[in-house]
């Protein structure tokens, strides 16, 4: 055996706590290493004495301390609310099963955060969360559908313009709503309020029976500008049933030269 | 009832048992932390803190392995927060002396007095982590497996480490003594 193989044994050696084994061949090798029969020597010295150390007796006080502390703990327990003590259970529980080595922690934490990774992942890309978003959208769109029509029953112009501007903003708008728009269309008593329906409109215009509305609505309009709004709008979408109003507009007498102007235009261009 | 059997007690709320415990093991952890920490006050206090967590921490004994190695792993961990609470090192070397019995037996020289004095010095002069591996192995009578166990490493790096403690000891003893004693 090599010095420092041996001199490893040597506590163990003094102690008597080697193998005979072991311990012969350490007995053997300090018969002849004169280094390590020294050392063996002086550590013998001090063990020895480490024995000599007397053991004390603890004050008094530890034993009466150590009692007191049970019995306020046991009144403790007692007084403990039923409640917490569930709380308790639960903690004990956990303790138990919680590893105490940092590195079995530490595994338990990476772990937690890989699997967080990979349900986001499948979240991000699984069918059932995306109908989630779309009912959410859904919802969304009917309050603002919602906001709208109360907007648009508002006193205040200005309200009621906030309304016409946000409905144009809600992407499938319900009979409902578009009827909403065609009343304040047809009865607004504030021109600029009706002129921003017929822009709001527009988006909608693809549905026949709000062309036809707008058709009916140029009929009864008295604001040449509104008229000329609905005009140019009837020409965009062509709509063909616009053409007899058209014509009823440029032969009535009491139309506004430019009114006449801007249907003949429109006549040319739905043609 | 064997300590497994009372602890096991005391963690299902019969409480009481500690009582037994404390009989049993008080003493020897008094001395544990008397010869770590070489201050009485410290010792005592850190004695009833040990059996408070005992208490506290109950529901973390299994009863599946050696009782000793979970109370002196509270012992370690309520001895480093000490320490760390404690910032200022609280080993009294004048109090050392009192270690020593008062009167010396008919075969107690005084010169043998006085060696274990300065022994006591010096194993209050070692790292902490040396002395406390000294204290388990000399005074608690630990093996090396319970003291891997509570320590969290191998038998063969508590051999190592032991034989260094050893050593070290052993130098700063002979140091203290003037060197009248045998070279290392």
């Known amino acids: ?271 | 009832m064997t300590d497994n059997e009372l602890m096991l007690a005391v963690r299902g709320g019969d409480i009481d048992k500690l009582g037994q415990l404390f009989e049993t093991h008080h003493k020897r952890l008094y001395n544990f932390f008397r010869q770590h920490t070489g201050n009485r006050q410290a010792s005592e206090d850190l004695v009833q803190e040990v059996f408070l967590r005992m208490l506290k921490y109950r529901h973390t004994y299994k009863g599946d392995g050696n009782f000793e190695s979970w109370m002196y792993g509270i012992t370690r961990n309520a001895r480093i927060d000490y320490y760390r609470e404690h910032s200022v090192e609280y080993v009294d070397l004048e109090e050392t002396g009192n270690l020593i019995r008062d009167t010396p037996g008919p075969e107690e020289s005084f010169s043998q007095k006085s060696d274990i004095a300065v022994l006591q010095r010096a194993l209050l002069k070692l790292p902490e982590d040396k002395r406390e591996l000294l204290v388990m192995s000399r005074f608690n009578n630990m093996r090396y497996k319970e003291i891997g166990k509570i320590l969290g490493c191998t038998v063969g790096a508590v051999k190592v480490r032991m034989y260094r403690a050893m050593k070290e000891l052993t130098d700063t003893f002979m140091e203290l003594t003037g060197g009248g004693h045998h070279e290392m």
């Open chain 1, 1 to 271: 055996m090599k010095c420092e193989t041996i001199q490893a044994n040597i506590p163990e050696y003094l102690s008597g706590t080697l193998d005979s084994e072991t311990s012969q061949q350490v007995k053997m090798h300090i018969s002849e290493c004169t280094t390590c029969r020294q050392k063996v020597e002086a550590m013998n010295l001090v063990w020895s004495k480490l024995e000599q150390i007397p053991e004390e007796e603890p004050g008094f006080a530890v034993r009466s301390r150590f009692y007191h502390m049970l019995e306020a703990y046991k009144i403790g327990m007692n007084n403990a609310p039923a409640k917490k003590a569930v709380i308790e259970r639960v903690n004990e529980w956990l303790a138990v099963w919680w590893p105490r080595k940092p590195v079995f922690q530490f595994g338990i934490t990476v772990a937690v955060l890989i699997l967080g990774i990979l349900i986001g992942f499948r979240m991000n890309f699984g069918t059932g969360p995306k109908n989630e978003i779309t009912q959410l959208k859904d919802e969304m769109s009917e309050m603002r559908q919602l906001v709208t029509l109360s907007l648009l029953t508002r006193p205040s112009a200005i309200d009621r313009l906030q309304g016409v501007a946000m409905s144009k903003d809600i992407i499938n708008p319900d009979e409902k709503h578009l009827s909403a728009l065609i009343n304040t269309l047809n009865t607004d008593p504030n021109v600029n309020v009706r002129l921003a329906v017929v822009t709001a409109l527009e988006q909608f215009s693809d549905t026949l029976w709000v062309r036809n509305e707008l058709v009916q609505s140029l009929e009864h309009q008295q604001s040449p500008l509104v008229q000329i709004y609905l005009i140019d709008l009837l020409a965009k979408i062509r709509e063909q049933n616009a053409l007899e109003t058209l014509k009823t507009i440029i032969d009535n007498p009491e139309t506004m030269e430019p009114v006449k102007k801007r249907a003949r235009l429109g006549m040319e261009k739905i043609i």
